[in-house]
């Protein structure tokens, strides 16, 4: 509410005795906050063992329609992404505005161009009748029904993995705009640190959805 | 109004479960008294008689933690092992058993025999003999629930669940569906009666004669064509099912599988899951062509199949083609 | 000290006035009040739900309501109980207030992200009575598939979207209490020098935090698979309805244990406070809560052993079971061994606290039945494990919840509540919560299903002493709706110590400042230490 | 003032662990395309955790952090763990005995 000029630097809030205690607690809550993430993933990803294992002929050939190619270049530019987080995190330590915006500038770009592929895979799936409900079409054994489980999985854990690319690129929008404002310094750039945590935390959920839905069994039998 | 503090005992069951029962009984008993008259007793005996008061503290005691913590540890242990001995004689059907083929249903008992009577939420099973139930579900989950069996079991859509029992009083008992499904899940109740089994022979005999269970697979089975792949000379482009039932098959990816109620279900709802080795992926799958109950018939078709006296070896008889 | 000093004196109660000041406030004292009111409105929304599945039961023919009727109010019952009191009430309300207090801090880590929780649990519970008031939800609280999924024609995705909302409220409060117990303890105040109702609190955090975003996910893909059926849990394409039931239970097993942890805490200081005597065995009590959190993760499968979950998962999960019991014991034990030699005193949280040991005790005991796979057979899905669930919960949890409430009530209004009417509602709430469910644990194991709305004629004795001991134990829960309300203007004046307890929170003004203490607290002593706070030491008995 | 104990990595580090991510990343692409049968997946898990390891350690800088942040961490992958395996645990034994 009302902004005490001497600590805005700092920004300490008053429940707190230093800046240590402050950024020690930030950290701390983010990392609880990134395991509440993983609890979540891990619900789908068990449900993608138990089908996979029940499944695995039928999870093979439906993954085998995903284009690897494609896969395997947005994880490229996903971790060229989280590369570009953590320099911008590396500028906020030494206290680079300039490099800190340049660097936020390019993770965002990263993550943008990473969403337009999803986009376009989906959109390759939505064309080739692979999404799960009435319209859906798979020509094999026994790949009518149970291949759309295997492409249920597919858009739940990807569309959650892009909603949470999407409020990374909210927050890397606001730590822009905060940037700009001049908030960040050597002394001071927690924010930066803890959203690059979480960039990179949804770059890791991707390192496994990618084997994970576009690999196994790629060769078959 | 009749008024009861104790179910009857009318399964072989029955009284196991109640003898674990009494067991727990006895030990939690015997905790709730000592935790209730420690706290009686401490709180009158200490109680504060003025508001200064400052008794000396007390820390704690590692030989009275240790011994608090094993023995309630080492009771919950033959707690465990009792239970679970139990539990794997409720859930493991004799060979001999008669099977009854239930499909449950939103809010119904459907129940078959082999010898083709059919009833609704109402089952009649004779006295003394092992009765084995193969269930499924058409729709949501139910639950087969017989309280003066001990005995209750989950029907699950899409796949076979199975439990038994052994009556040993005959009678009138309540059947149950312990699995909420629905608006009407607490009518989804029948009777089970259970007869002498001069009084079920009677009884089987005294309705609708009509076709047996495996009569009407048979029947099913010629007007699906199932015999045009399915030959009994293991020529076909599908394997022969003569003798089928129960035995070892060998699967095109080297495993094996046996032949019991939920392999054939699977193998006509989910052809492709399980191909037998030797034989290609031909067989479309049958899923909404035949019904739970016709799925249920032609098992029995299946069942009656079997063994073959003149082939004797399962893996000649399951998988001809690989030879 | 006079009264007119107190009445200058500023506490957080009047450092703000008008609607604005409460609901932007970052305290943690004011957030821990809004939650009271919340969660007390959603019990007697619940309670009355509870009353009319009652006042049905009476009859066995089900002529008050209809079966659907009936369906959706145990469902609502549930929902309403479980997620919008049960697993916020003694965390959000006493622990937000006091566990800062407790450590001598002057708010929780992140005090916006705490008020954030609260709108959260306001805005998922507006979505819950947005479902009940447009026609109710059906499903029961577990939310089964394919019942859930394909067949209920209810509002099942208003619901479980207020379930999913309210549920990140509860994860952000465990995850503030978390950073806050490890990074905002006041300077000497180590591990083992913490109250152990901060410890029962970092236990129940850690569920929080671990479970219930499995519980988030779950429902996600229920309403994925409701809205747009794509198989999930479907059998008809292939999914599995007993999947759901893991995932589901993954997090509703280790969310009794949010339950009832924090009672376990405020037990522990109702204890130590009223036989003015250290806990007990301070550091087995304080680990058995972090060890029934982390076992309690280990056993969620015993909700499934007639299900079709394998045989070989029933006895592994039925084996852990009993490893949680081992810590739940030991809390027993060392709560009357603490009352040995003790200055014993018979003031109401204490009544409370012998009633929870009495209760957690029976309700603990019968989970061992439960537990046990032959018997489990016979009584899941039967009133046996109703019954089991509200000794736990409802003599368990609520107990704990109205023993704290009685305790810190002085130091949260800075009144007293009048002793003589809180003594009499601690009595009819034991009375009538016996006669409530006792009767049901016989019921069960006569065989009467849970969740029937018709039942045979043979159970009806029972169930009328049950209907019985329900209107006893509502009248008793109203009680100290009225007396408590009765006390903020009549109750006498609370000093800042009433019980002469040892707690920090015991050191400051009643009602506390907004900053909690005018100077930052150091601690020099164990937890219950009582030789600074009462006369001279005495050889008891 | 906290600066000092603050640890800043060079670039070049940080360069180095984003190569090989990259590396890695087309070894697990490759590696797809050849029949390893049930290794398959041991193969994909094994090259994704050390990407994961690669990415936390460095990038999210857990080797410079205190001993409590690595307890989360191990402890979040713990739960992950018990959520599989327990699960498993009833999926992957259900044609074993009886029922």
Redesign the interface.
């Known amino acids: 509410m009302v902004s005490e000029p001497h600590v805005e630097s700092l920004a300490l809030r008053e429940q707190f005795n230093s800046a240590e205690q402050q950024k020690d607690a930030s950290s701390l809550g983010m990392w609880v906050f990134l395991i509440t993430e993983v609890m979540f993933f891990g619900g789908a990803f068990a449900a993608y063992t138990v089908y996979r294992s029940i499944y695995p002929g039928v999870f093979g050939a439906a993954s085998r329609t995903l284009n690897t190619t494609i896969g395997a270049l947005n994880t490229a530019v996903l971790l060229c992404s989280s590369f570009t987080m953590v320099l911008a995190v590396r500028a906020g330590q030494l206290g680079r505005r300039k490099q800190i915006m340049a660097f936020l500038v390019l993770t965002l770009i990263l993550g943008m161009v990473f969403l337009g592929v999803k986009g376009y895979e989906w959109n390759e799936k939505y064309v080739e009748h692979h999404i799960p409900g009435p319209s859906f079409q798979m020509e094999g054994p026994g790949l009518q029904d149970h291949a759309q489980l295997f492409f249920s999985l597919y858009f739940a854990m990807t569309g959650l993995h892009a909603m949470h690319m999407l409020v990374g690129a909210g927050l890397l929008s606001w730590l822009l705009y905060q940037t700009w404002r001049g908030k960040f310094s050597a002394a001071y750039y927690t924010p930066i640190d803890m959203v690059g945590l979480y960039w990179h935390f949804v770059d890791i959920i991707w390192i496994f959805l990618f084997p994970l839905l576009y690999l196994i069994d790629r060769h078959g039998h | 109004m009749s008024f009861r503090l104790f179910p009857v005992e009318a399964s072989s069951i029955s009284a196991e479960v109640d003898q674990l029962l009494f067991f727990l009984l006895a030990v939690a008993a015997f905790f709730t008294v000592v935790i209730f008259a420690a706290i009686l007793f401490f709180a009158i005996r200490y109680r504060r008689r003025s508001d200064n008061e400052l008794p000396r503290p007390i820390h704690g005691s590692i030989p009275l933690e240790i011994v608090w913590s094993v023995i309630p540890f080492g009771l919950s242990m033959v707690m465990f092992t009792w239970g679970a001995s139990v539990f794997f004689r409720e859930r493991r059907p004799p060979d001999n058993a008669l099977p009854i083929y239930v499909v449950a249903k939103q809010w119904m008992w459907k129940l078959q025999h082999p010898e083709g009577q059919r009833e609704i939420n109402e089952l009649h099973i004779p006295v003394g003999r092992p009765v084995k139930l193969t269930m499924t579900s058409e729709d949501v989950i139910h639950s087969f629930f017989v309280p003066a069996f001990r005995t209750k079991q989950d029907v699950v859509p899409g796949r076979y669940t199975t439990t038994w029992f052994t009556a040993i009083k005959p009678g009138k008992y309540h059947l149950f569906c312990a699995e909420y499904c629905g608006n009407n899940h607490s009518g989804m109740g029948g009777w089970i009666y259970v007869m002498e089994p001069q009084d079920y022979e009677a009884w089987l005999s005294g309705g609708t004669p009509g076709a047996t269970l495996a009569e009407n697979g048979q029947k099913l089975f010629e007007n699906l064509a199932c015999a045009n792949c399915h030959k009994s000379d293991g020529t076909g482009r599908c394997p022969d099912l003569t003798g089928l039932f129960g035995k070892d098959v060998k699967l095109a990816d080297g495993s094996t599988v046996k032949a019991d109620e939920g392999y054939i279900r699977e193998s006509i709802l989910r052809p492709e899951a399980k191909i037998v080795a030797g034989y290609q992926p031909s067989m479309p799958t049958f899923q909404g062509l035949v019904t739970e109950e016709g799925v249920l018939q032609l098992i029995e078709y299946v069942k009656s199949l079997g063994p073959n006296p003149g082939a004797g070896q399962a893996e000649g008889l399951a998988a001809p083609g690989s030879r | 000290m006079t009264t007119a000093v107190a009445e200058e004196r500023e506490t957080y109660l009047n450092a703000g006035h008008g609607v604005k000041s409460w609901l932007l406030t970052k305290d943690h004292k004011r957030i821990g009040l809004l939650y009271l009111f919340t969660i007390t409105f959603f019990f007697f929304i619940g309670g009355v739900f509870a009353t009319l599945i009652r006042l049905e039961l009476l009859s066995p023919h089900?002529n008050l309501v209809s079966?659907?009727t009936y369906?959706k109010l145990f469902t609502m019952h549930g929902v309403v109980m479980v997620f919008f009191f049960l697993i916020p009430s003694i965390p959000a309300t006493l622990g937000n207030f006091f566990l800062p207090l407790m450590i001598g801090?002057?708010?929780?880590?992140?005090?916006r992200i705490n008020l954030l929780s609260w709108y959260l649990l306001v805005i998922g519970g507006l979505f819950a009575i947005f479902a009940m008031v447009a026609g109710g939800v059906?499903t029961?609280w577990t939310f089964?598939t394919?019942?859930s999924t394909?067949?209920?024609n209810t509002w099942v995705i208003a619901t479980a979207l207020g379930i999913f909302v309210a549920g990140f409220s509860s994860?952000l409060t465990g995850?503030?209490f978390?950073?806050t117990v490890?990074?905002?303890r006041c300077p000497g105040m180590t591990w083992f020098r913490m109250p152990l109702f901060v410890w029962a609190h970092y236990a129940t955090a850690l569920i929080q935090?671990?479970?219930?975003?499995?519980l988030?996910?779950?429902l996600?893909?229920v309403l994925?698979e409701r809205m747009?059926?794509?198989?999930?849990f479907d059998?008809?394409?292939?999914?599995?309805?007993?999947?759901f039931q893991?995932?589901f239970w993954?997090y509703s097993h280790p969310a009794v244990y949010i339950m009832i942890l924090p009672a376990m805490g405020v037990i522990s200081e109702l204890v130590s406070t009223f036989?003015?005597?250290?806990i007990?065995?301070?550091?087995?009590v304080a680990f058995s809560s972090v060890a029934i959190a982390v076992l309690g993760?280990?056993v969620?499968?015993h909700h499934?052993?007639?299900?079709?979950?394998?045989?070989?998962?029933?006895?592994?999960?039925?084996?852990l079971s009993?490893f949680v019991?081992?810590p739940s014991?030991?809390k027993?034990?060392?709560w009357?061994?603490t009352?040995?030699?003790?200055?014993?005193?018979?003031a109401t949280p204490m009544l409370y606290a012998?009633g929870f040991?009495?209760l957690f005790?029976?309700g603990g005991?019968?989970g061992?039945?439960v537990?046990?796979?032959?018997?489990?057979?016979?009584v899941?899905?039967?009133y046996f494990v109703v019954a089991h669930f509200h000794y736990i919960m409802v003599g368990g949890a609520i107990m704990g919840y109205l023993g704290g409430l009685h305790y810190w009530w002085p130091k949260i209004t800075g009144r007293m509540y009048p002793e003589g009417w809180a003594k009499l509602s601690a009595l009819v709430i034991f009375l009538g919560f016996n006669l409530t469910f006792f009767p049901q644990f016989?019921l069960g194991?006569?065989?009467m299903?849970?969740?029937?709305?018709?039942?045979?004629?043979?159970f009806?004795?029972l169930h009328v002493l049950s209907t019985a001991g329900a209107s006893v134990l509502a009248v008793g829960y109203l009680m100290p709706l009225i007396y408590f309300m009765w006390s903020l203007k009549y109750g006498a004046i609370a000093g800042r110590n009433p019980w002469?307890a040892t707690g920090l929170e015991w050191q400051t003004e009643s009602p506390p400042p907004v900053?909690n203490f005018d100077e930052?607290p150091i601690v020099t002593r164990e937890a219950?230490?009582?030789?600074g706070t009462?006369?001279?030491?005495?050889?008891?008995? | 003032m906290t600066t000092e104990t603050e640890h800043v990595d060079s670039v070049k580090t940080y360069a180095v662990v984003w190569i090989a991510l990259l590396i890695l990343t087309a070894l697990t692409t490759g590696v797809a395309y050849i029949d390893l049968g049930p290794f398959s997946v041991v193969v994909a898990l094994t090259i994704a955790v050390c990407k994961m390891l690669l990415v936390a350690l460095f990038f999210m800088h857990v080797r410079h952090s205190t001993k409590l942040t690595k307890l989360v961490v191990l402890g979040g992958l713990l739960w992950l763990a018990i959520l599989l395996s327990l699960t498993m645990a009833d999926f992957a034994t259900r044609s074993w005995i009886g029922a």
């Open positions: 089900g079966s659907e369906n801090a002057r708010d929780l880590a992140f005090p059906d029961g089964y394919p019942y394909s067949y209920s994860i995850l503030n978390i950073v490890h990074r905002m935090v671990l479970g219930t975003p499995v988030a996910v779950t996600v893909l994925c747009f059926h794509i198989g999930i059998p008809a394409l292939g999914g599995d309805p007993v999947l893991h995932l993954f036989s003015r005597k250290a007990f065995g301070y550091g087995f993760f280990l969620w499968g499934l052993f007639v299900s079709g979950q394998s045989l070989f998962a029933g006895m592994v999960f039925s084996f009993y019991a081992i014991a030991i027993v034990f060392n009357t061994a009352l040995y030699k003790g200055s014993i005193s018979y012998f040991i009495g005790t029976i005991l019968t061992l039945f537990a046990c796979l032959g018997i489990d057979v016979h899941t899905d039967t016989i194991y006569l065989g299903p849970r969740r029937y709305h018709v039942y045979p004629d043979e009806q004795v002469k900053h930052i219950y230490d009582y030789s009462v006369g001279q030491e005495v050889q008891v008995g």
